[in-house]
């Protein structure tokens, strides 16, 4: 492979991410280019690159044909995907190639090999890697989900190929369990395919950080342990994995080797593995991209994974990889309340303050005054704490969540807190983390944490801004971003809002709408519930979200937990299902769009019920437990 200089690096991405990777372009001396829509207008991310330019109205991070458009049309040496949006999307990674621009990632064919649960799978077995027990052929009946059980034993999950971070898996605990579940009729209705695999009730998530050039050099950057998630979604990391068993560290590297080169893999990849009590080692996926958990390999070795990933996609060598030196810890800092089993939490971030000191790292793509909605991730910020031991790791840890503020939205510090408490995580032990597995935070720590009478915060109002002489506006000249520095009072009475932005001490405008605007008010949600309660036929939005399905249509037939809509929040889906059979009458809303807390979904014409008439409280909706 040929030696390219890369200069111009267009960003496909957002937020903390795309701040990260404007960064490295910076300290290699090159020009960072930022694709933004209308909600990231006032970004930090926006504000630090060297040229940050507006997608056309109507697009967004994933409009494949206009990030490239933009590319091309900047002179773009290279796109770097981030991660999420298109960073998966051989097809975009082809169409970049084909456009004579840097792809900043592995081959189009590397990332279809491993671009869904089936074919990594296939991939895996080809490589002599051995995958978690499974079929590797897409799954349409329950008699074959009842037949794999029945050698294999409960629980058992089904998991949509397009999955990903813990959307589209479903826990399965017996015969009647698979013949209700929603989960075939919702692929189909999706478009999905399903696979299955035995659900592994008691393992932690091990993975390694990996690096391969186009010269075949290879090398695992280090360990990583991501076995607290919830809901399949990560929420502490740390590196290098602590308490592995004698010899693991080799085996995992030995995978990891192989599962890149059965495809050929050049650039920066994840590997992942479970990793049972017994020793079995099974493999789950490769995430073809920067992971988010990236940072802690990068404070144990030193070693700047974007720089890397620029280097070998320009055709540079690797390099030797420094062995890792002390530990680290990353604390994902999302708009969750643990007191509510890790709900959403929505609305105006009305103060924020970040903590510093010896060993602390902070990555942010949020400002007090930005406004956060369900149409993207929950995480606002990444702790990132390092010590030379893992003890030293822990203890600035509880320092730094100490110093952290958060006001306005409900954050999930106070489950960090309590898990950095816990000796079956402190504790020193020879025989790994005693009881901590990926269940550990929903089965544990949430039932201890769970307030059933707590509320969730009203969208905070934005802070009034003190006038000045002078004042500094953000606006889009010919579709890109510019400063303008004019005396207050030339285009408007001083302190009065312009175009929609009120100017600040920072030059930024108070209120801007990062995440996108909504409410998350919770009166708002209680009134809406009460109206619903009046009329048991109309099926209403328990949250704030996106619908992304849609499975009935006027005038079809239910019967009582039938699907009936899809909705997302925060990367998390959730099933609304028929509470009673009844005849759909009407859908006002469609797939796409966002609905508030207590909107209208479904309205149905209840079936006469001799015995008892079905009760607002009846519609539920489930989210289905993940791997």
Same mark, same amino acid.
């Given at each position: ?44 991310? $926006? #504000?630090? %690159?060297?040229? =940050? ?5 109507? @697009?967004?991070? *994933? &409009?494949?044909?206009? !990030?490239? +458009? ?53 991939? $895996? #077995?080809? %490589?002599?890697? =051995? ?5 590797? @052929?897409?799954? *349409? &009946?329950?008699?074959? !989900?009842? +037949? ?53 009730? $008691? ?425």
């Amino acid at each position: 492979m040929t030696t390219r200089t890369l200069d111009r690096i267009l960003i496909a991405n957002r937020g903390e991410i795309a701040l990260r990777v404007v960064r490295t372009v910076r300290d290699l001396g090159g020009t960072s280019i930022l694709p933004y829509t209308p909600e990231d207008l006032m970004s930090p991310a $926006a #504000e630090l %690159a060297d040229q =940050a330019h507006a997608l056309p109205e109507g @697009s967004s991070y *994933t &409009d494949a044909a206009a !990030v490239l +458009a933009l590319a091309v049309s900047t002179q773009a040496d290279a796109i770097h995907p981030g991660y999420g949006f298109l960073a998966e999307d051989h097809d975009f990674a082809r169409s970049v190639i084909e456009a004579g621009i840097t792809w900043v990632g592995p081959s189009p064919e590397a990332m279809e090999a491993l671009g869904d649960k089936m074919s990594a799978r296939a991939t $895996a #077995e080809r %490589a002599g890697v =051995a995958p978690v027990p499974g079929i590797t @052929s897409p799954v *349409t &009946d329950p008699q074959t !989900v009842i +037949a794999f059980a029945a050698e294999h034993g409960y629980p058992v999950a089904l998991k949509r190929t397009d999955g990903g971070g813990g959307r589209g898996i479903t826990v399965l605990a017996d015969d009647a369990e698979v013949r209700s579940t929603p989960a075939f009729g919702s692929a189909e209705a999706g478009g999905g395919t399903l696979i299955l695999e035995r659900f592994v009730t $008691a393992a932690r998530h091990i993975e390694t950080q990996c690096a391969r050039d186009s010269h075949g050099a290879f090398a695992v950057v280090s360990t990583r342990d991501c076995t607290l998630q919830r809901r399949n979604q990560k929420l502490l990391e740390e590196a290098p994995a602590p308490y592995l068993p004698e010899g693991l560290e080799a085996r995992l590297e030995e995978a990891s080797r192989r599962l890149l080169e059965a495809v050929d893999y050049v650039g920066v990849a994840t590997c992942e593995f479970l990793l049972t009590p017994g020793g079995d080692l099974w493999f789950l996926e490769v995430n073809p991209r920067l992971q988010v958990e990236h940072c802690v390999s990068e404070e144990v070795t030193g070693v700047d994974l974007v720089e890397v990933q620029l280097r070998i996609a320009s055709g540079g060598r690797l390099g030797e990889v420094p062995a890792p030196r002390g530990h680290s810890i990353e604390l994902r800092i999302t708009c969750e309340d643990p007191a509510r089993g890790l709900a959403p939490s929505t609305g105006a971030i009305t103060r924020l303050r970040w903590p510093a000191g010896p060993g602390i790292r902070i990555e942010s793509g949020v400002v007090e005054g930005d406004v956060v909605t369900p149409m993207f991730d929950p995480m606002l910020a990444k702790i990132v704490v390092t010590g030379d031991t893992r003890d030293q790791a822990i203890r600035r840890a509880r320092r730094a969540l100490a110093e952290t503020v958060v006001e306005g939205v409900t954050v999930c510090t106070g489950l960090h807190a309590h898990v950095l408490e816990r000796p079956e995580l402190t504790g020193p032990t020879g025989e790994g983390l005693l009881g901590v597995t990926t269940r550990w935070i929903e089965n544990d720590v949430l039932p201890r944490l769970a307030d059933p009478g707590a509320a969730g915060p009203a969208e905070a109002e934005p802070a009034s801004a003190s006038p000045r002489t002078r004042s500094t506006y953000v606006i889009e000249l010919d579709g890109r971003r510019v400063s303008l520095t004019i005396p207050d009072g030339m285009l408007a009475p001083r302190g009065q809002r312009l175009g929609g932005a009120l100017s600040t001490g920072r030059d930024r405008p108070m209120q801007q709408p990062l995440r996108g605007r909504g409410s998350s008010s919770r009166a708002g949600a209680r009134a809406a519930g009460e109206a619903v309660g009046e009329d048991p036929t109309v099926i209403a939005a328990p949250m704030q979200a996106i619908v992304t399905r849609i499975c009935v249509e006027p005038g079809q037939q239910v019967r009582a937990g039938d699907l009936l809509v899809v909705l997302e929040s925060m990367k998390m889906e959730n099933y609304v299902h028929a509470p009673a059979d009844a005849t759909v009458a009407e859908i006002p809303v469609s797939a796409g769009r966002t609905v508030s807390a207590g909107e209208v979904l479904v309205r149905m014409e209840q079936a006469v019920q001799p015995e008892r008439a079905a009760q607002p409280g009846d519609a539920t909706t489930t989210t289905p437990q993940e791997a």
